[in-house]
T-cell receptor
Framework: GAGVSQSPSNKVTEKGKDVELRCDPISGHTALYWYRQRLGQGLEFLIYFQGNSAPDKSGLPSDRFSAERTGESVSTLTIQRTQQEDSAVYLC???????????FGQGTRLTVV | DAKTTQPTSMDCAEGRAANLPCNHSTISGNEYVYWYRQIHSQGPQYIIHGLKNNETNEMASLIITEDRKSSTLILPHATLRDTAVYYCIVRVVDDYKLSFGAGTTVTVRA
């Protein structure tokens, strides 16, 4: 596709369950970001991938959060033992180079009940 | 990274130019000015960026003062679809870090 694709668009899960969110970046984009946006709040940086370099995981809020990316393709963000405070929109972005404009997907709205 | 200061909110008239200010008085010579916007319930959308020269694309114009301490994003003919939160971001050249502040909530009124 032409843009960043995220799936699912909406996810409702029970507290304590694990969830996996998927991001398909723009083809050829080496850099990939995950952000979180709670209702009415700003964007919080979670993690950054650049090619085969070690990712910047400094924004992950706890060890329940992890993310993987294989090469320059799909990334998955996994949240284990979900809590109600994990409810948010999770946004993925990709860019052609590290310092280039980042293009965002439409996000996955996660609701933990 | 240098911080930015933007008005919390502003109203604009449909069909008129919308001028969105941003102060970045501590900007360094190796930092770009980036603009994004976020329409309700959507992901942020890249608008434009510049280093020191004015820039224009199909969406907007970016005017950066000569001392680079402030800039203005201009939407030439605002429409109701331009209602969004607009973020002014200062970003180091070739650095991946992209930090969003609170932005300006722009409401375009008919």
């Amino acid at each position: 596709g032409a843009g960043v694709s995220q799936s699912p668009s909406n996810k409702v899960t029970e507290k304590g369950k694990d969830v996996e969110l998927r991001c398909d970046p723009i083809s050829g984009h080496t850099a990939l970001y995950w952000y979180r946006q709670r209702l009415g709040q700003g964007l919080e940086f979670l993690i950054y991938f650049q090619g085969n370099s070690a990712p910047d995981k400094s924004g992950l809020p706890s060890d329940r959060f992890s993310a993987e990316r294989t090469g320059e393709s799909v990334s998955t963000l996994t949240i284990q033992r979900t809590q109600q405070e994990d409810s948010a929109v999770y946004l993925c972005a990709s860019s052609y180079t590290a310092g280039g404009p980042a293009f965002f997907g439409q996000g996955t709205r996660l609701t933990v009940v | 990274d240098a911080k930015t200061t933007q008005p919390t909110s502003m109203d604009c008239a449909e069909g008129r130019a919308a001028n969105l200010p941003c102060n970045h008085s501590t900007i360094s010579g190796n930092e770009y000015v980036y603009w994004y916007r976020q329409i309700h319930s959507q992901g942020p959308q890249y608008i434009i960026h510049g280093l020191k020269n004015n820039e224009t694309n199909e969406m907007a114009s970016l005017i950066i003062t000569e001392d680079r301490k402030s800039s203005t994003l201009i939407l030439p003919h605002a429409t109701l679809r331009d209602t969004a939160v607009y973020y002014c971001i200062v970003r180091v050249v070739d650095d991946y870090k992209l930090s969003f502040g609170a932005g300006t909530t722009v409401t375009v009124r008919a």
